[in-house]
């Protein structure tokens, strides 16, 4: 089930794992892990991730409701 947008919310942005992993000091396997929707980070690492990217959090996630 994929859960998160992070994958596609770094390449919007034309970043990479390497540099989401080097900004959050998390490992490139986490961050790969998250892109892959294989594992989820928390929400209060979300919020860092947001942070970083420059988005609102909700661009992090994917809806669960259709307008």
Known sequence: MKINRIKIVLAEKDRTNKWLS??????????????????????????????????DIRELLVPTKKD
């Open 22 to 55: 080097e900004k959050l000091d998390k490992s490139r396997t986490t961050i790969s892990r998250w892109c892959r929707n294989d594992i989820q980070p928390s929400l209060e690492t979300l919020v860092e991730v947001a942070h970083a990217l420059d988005v």
